[in-house]
Every structure is written in structure tokens, then in C-alpha cells.
């Protein structure tokens, strides 16, 4: 059964920063690897989904990279605002299962 | 742009209650998913549909908890009866077709559901 990990569980950095957001999965046999974010009582949107044939996706100043052989993918964002807090979350698509597979989230806070 | 519709966006009901969750995927998306969300956790996976077929129920507690999507569009989550631990977020997603490589699932808004 696939599992996913995200680290660190909450993050708090001031305006400007660059910063890093780890996922692990235990299953590398994986369609996708996907980031979402999650504002506070709402749905989640698609972030970045990379293929697993790929090593990486760029969407503006949000890059995320993916190793399926030590089964880790990170999220990095440049030049953090404050639009930017959100919950963070990794999800992995295949590994056994149809629907996707999430880890618990990384709540960010950017502080002005 | 196409969305993932749910209602009711809240829901407060007491124990033992019977309650729905309603879904409209995005035209043409033939897959749906009901997620269910606890506080401080990521979604967990209930129920799968392809068209009007369960692909996978595993997770779905099916003493109390039941989906149907009866002409293959939208979909209804039923829970009879409610229990304390059922509060949560339910969220609905799609996707066309089956999940590959290339495709992504698109979420609704979710129903936030709190059992008194």
C-alpha cells in the first residue's frame, strides 16, 4: 500500500525567503506526482503534476522535482509572498491504487 | 472554466441523522472520486466510479456509508446514520478517462460536514 510523507509538517519564514517542501512515497511504481495547495476550508488546486517518465515541472516561480528511484519529490518556491501561505499538499497517482494517495500536507505561513 | 460543483458546501447534523453530499463532475469526465478530508489531514480515498460502475469502495465504511451515480454524471455520498467521527471535509473530484500519465484530477469546493 502506497504511503506518503510530507516534512516539515508546518513551515513559517518571512516575505522573500526561497524555501522547500519534501514529500517521500514508498511505491515507485507511480503514474504522476502531483502538489496541490489547500486554502483554509476550501478545496485543492492543482499545482504541478510531474509525469513519471519526468524530473521536473516549472509553473512560474513554483519548481518541483521527482526521483522515483528514492522515492522523494520536492516543491520549491522562489521568492515567497504572503499570497503564498497555504497548505501544501503531495499526492501520488498509481502505486496500486486508482485514486491518488495523499501525505498529511505542509501548512506554510509567509509572514509579511 | 469547467468545475467540480458539490452542495451543500456545509452541513451541521445531529447523530444518528441521515445525510447527502451531491456532486456534478466536469462534462465528459467519465471517473469520479468522494474523498474524505479530517482536519489536519490529507483526503483519503472512499469511493471510485467509471461512468456508473464502483471501481473501488474499499475504504468506504459500507455499514453506514453509500454512493451511487446512477446514469454515469453525477454522484450522491450518503451516510445513515451519522456518527461523531464522520465531521469532516467530503470532496468530490474527476477525471478523464482513467488516471494516466498525463492526467490530473480537478476538486470540487467539498461539503464540510459537522455531526453534534
Known amino acids: 500500500k502506497q504511503e506518503v510523507t510530507q516534512i516539515p509538517a508546518a513551515l513559517s519564514v518571512p516575505e522573500g525567503e526561497n524555501l522547500v517542501l519534501n514529500c517521500s512515497f514508498t511505491d515507485s511504481a507511480i503514474y504522476n506526482l502531483q502538489w496541490f495547495r489547500q486554502d483554509p476550508g476550501k478545496g485543492l488546486t492543482s499545482l504541478l503534476l510531474i509525469q513519471s517518465s519526468q524530473r521536473e515541472q516549472t509553473s512560474g516561480r513554483l519548481n518541483a522535482s521527482l526521483d522515483k528511484s528514492s522515492g522523494r519529490s520536492t516543491l520549491y518556491i522562489a521568492a515567497s509572498q504572503p499570497g503564498d501561505s497555504a497548505t501544501y499538499l503531495c499526492?501520488?497517482?498509481?502505486?496500486?491504487?486508482?485514486?491518488?494517495?495523499f501525505g498529511k500536507g505542509t501548512h506554510l505561513i509567509i509572514q509579511p | 472554466e469547467a468545475e467540480v460543483a458539490q452542495s451543500p458546501r456545509y452541513k451541521i447534523t445531529e447523530k444518528s441523522q441521515a445525510v447527502a453530499f451531491w456532486c456534478d463532475p466536469i462534462s465528459g469526465h467519465a471517473t469520479l472520486y468522494w474523498y474524505r478530508q479530517i482536519l489536519g489531514q490529507g483526503p483519503e480515498l472512499l469511493v471510485q466510479?467509471?461512468?456508473?460502475?464502483?471501481?473501488?469502495d474499499s475504504q468506504l465504511p459500507k455499514d453506514r456509508f453509500s454512493a451511487e451515480r446512477l446514469k454515469g454524471v453525477d454522484s450522491t455520498l450518503k451516510i445513515q446514520p451519522a456518527e461523531l467521527g464522520d465531521s469532516a471535509m467530503y470532496l468530490c473530484?474527476?477525471?478523464?478517462?482513467?488516471?494516466?500519465?498525463?492526467?490530473?484530477?480537478?476538486f470540487g469546493p467539498g461539503t464540510r460536514l459537522l455531526v453534534l
Open positions: 473530484a474527476s477525471s478523464f478517462p482513467r488516471l494516466s500519465m498525463e492526467e490530473t484530477q480537478y
Open positions: 499526492a501520488a497517482s498509481g502505486g496500486g491504487a486508482d485514486g491518488l494517495t
Open positions: 466510479f467509471q461512468d456508473e460502475s464502483v471501481v473501488d
